[in-house]
């Protein structure tokens, strides 16, 4: 597969993505009194957001010495995240049918609080790796373009100040 193809298949999915979350964060933000499941997951959503929007900061050349199937991994992860987003602010519209204003309805806090915990805490941890994977992407990409290039034979230059040193 061309490696230009999969590079501009993860920068395209990357905006709508980042939209997504950003409006599932601002659905949660708008629930009065929301239970602290809610609020940990807002939370985790944003840090998400600033992993994106790091993710969309790697540049192409980054992206080549990245290697096909860390991009490929990338738009998986991102596809997932985003998947993930649009069925939980789906169910959180269902969740939150009976509440007007951002108030929740008694019925709304109970589900909120009571029956849907499980299934707020384990999109919480979704999020977190999602989070931890996208941190890593855009982390590496920062440090191949901080490490001088290799030489010839695959080795970086440092490599080569150490084996004269011991005289090899």
């Given at each position: 597969?061309?490696?230009?193809?999969?590079?501009?298949?993860?920068?395209?999915?990357?905006?709508?993505?980042?939209?997504?979350?950003?409006?599932?964060?601002k659905d949660l933000q708008n629930i009065v009194d929301a239970p602290d499941a809610v609020t940990v997951l807002t939370n985790d959503l944003q840090s998400v957001g600033l992993a994106l929007a790091s993710v969309q900061?790697?540049?192409?050349s980054q992206?080549?010495?990245?290697g096909e199937a860390v991009t490929v991994q990338s738009r998986a992860?991102?596809?997932?995240c985003r998947t993930s987003c649009e069925r939980f602010k789906t169910?959180?519209?269902?969740?939150?049918?009976?509440?007007?204003?951002?108030?929740?309805?008694?019925?709304?806090?109970?589900?909120?609080g009571v029956f849907r915990q499980g299934h707020i805490k384990s999109m919480s941890e979704q999020l977190q790796n999602?989070?931890?994977?996208?941190?890593?992407i855009a982390s590496i990409a920062t440090l191949y373009t901080q490490l001088p290039?290799?030489?010839a034979s695959g080795r970086r230059d440092q490599?080569?100040?150490?084996?004269?040193?011991?005289?090899g």
């Amino acid at each position: 597969m061309d490696p230009f193809s999969i590079t501009a298949g993860v920068v395209g999915i990357l905006g709508p993505t980042l939209h997504c979350v950003r409006l599932l964060v601002k659905d949660l933000q708008n629930i009065v009194d929301a239970p602290d499941a809610v609020t940990v997951l807002t939370n985790d959503l944003q840090s998400v957001g600033l992993a994106l929007a790091s993710v969309q900061a790697v540049t192409d050349s980054q992206w080549k010495l990245l290697g096909e199937a860390v991009t490929v991994q990338s738009r998986a992860t991102i596809t997932s995240c985003r998947t993930s987003c649009e069925r939980f602010k789906t169910s959180l519209g269902r969740w939150t049918r009976h509440s007007t204003d951002g108030t929740l309805s008694w019925r709304d806090r109970a589900t909120l609080g009571v029956f849907r915990q499980g299934h707020i805490k384990s999109m919480s941890e979704q999020l977190q790796n999602c989070n931890i994977t996208l941190t890593s992407i855009a982390s590496i990409a920062t440090l191949y373009t901080q490490l001088p290039p290799a030489d010839a034979s695959g080795r970086r230059d440092q490599d080569d100040d150490i084996n004269e040193g011991d005289g090899g």
